[in-house]
C-alpha cells in the first residue's frame, strides 16, 4: 500500500512539474528557436581578380575620390571630364552677368522645361480627381433619397383651420402623405 502511494506521489509530482517552463528549461524540453536579431548575413568569400593587388593602408587617400576640395567641385558645378559648349553658345547674353550665366549653363536651366510648374499641377490634379471619385464612392455609398414635395405652411394652416371648423377630418382630402420608399433586403444593417 505504501508503495503504490509513494509511485502515485512520484507520478502526481512529474505531471505537476511538466507544466512548469523553467523546469522544461532545465531538463531542455523546450523548444528554442534563433533569435532573429543575432542572425546577420555575410558576403560570400570572393578571390580578387589580381593576386599581387595589395589591400589599401588604414587611413591613406583613396586615389579614385580625390581631395575634398575636388569633389565638393564636381558636385556643386557638375564638372565633368570633358568640355562641353561654350556658356554663350548656350545661353545668350541676356543682360545677366558671366558669371550668372555660368552658374545657370552648370546648374542645367537651358535644358530645364519652363512650364513644369504647370505640367505637375495638370498630372496632379488628374490623380486626385481619379483618386477622389473612389474616396466619394466609399464614403457616400448611399445615394441621397430624391426631396419630396414642399409644404406652404400658411396653405395648409388654413386648410386645417377650415377641416376643423367644419368639424371634418384632418386627414382628409389634400393632406399631404409621407411616402417611404421600401428597404432593401440589407439596408437596414448598416
Do not use: Y
Request: overall charge negative.
Amino acid at each position: 500500500m505504501m508503495r503504490h502511494l509513494a509511485l502515485l506521489s512520484l507520478l502526481g509530482a512529474a505531471v505537476a512539474v511538466s507544466g512548469c517552463e523553467n523546469i522544461r528549461e532545465q531538463f531542455d524540453m523546450s523548444k528554442s528557436a534563433p533569435d532573429e536579431f543575432r542572425v546577420v548575413s555575410r558576403a560570400p568569400l570572393t578571390l580578387p581578380p589580381n593576386f599581387a593587388l595589395r589591400p589599401p593602408d588604414p587611413g591613406a587617400a583613396r586615389p579614385q575620390e580625390g581631395t575634398a576640395r575636388d569633389q565638393a567641385r564636381r558636385t556643386v558645378f557638375r564638372i565633368e571630364e570633358g568640355s562641353g559648349p561654350s556658356v554663350a553658345e548656350v545661353m545668350p547674353d541676356d543682360g545677366r552677368s558671366e558669371s550668372e550665366r555660368t552658374l545657370l549653363v552648370r546648374a542645367g536651366v537651358p535644358e530645364s522645361e519652363p512650364n513644369i510648374r504647370q505640367i505637375v499641377n495638370a498630372e496632379t490634379r488628374s490623380i486626385n480627381e481619379a483618386s477622389d471619385s473612389l474616396i466619394n464612392d466609399l464614403v457616400f455609398w448611399r445615394k441621397d433619397e430624391p426631396p419630396g414635395v414642399v409644404v406652404d405652411a400658411g396653405a395648409e394652416s388654413r386648410r386645417l383651420r377650415e377641416a376643423q371648423a367644419l368639424g371634418e377630418a384632418v386627414t382628409g382630402a389634400g393632406a399631404p402623405t409621407i411616402e417611404r420608399r421600401e428597404k432593401g433586403l440589407l439596408e437596414g444593417i448598416f
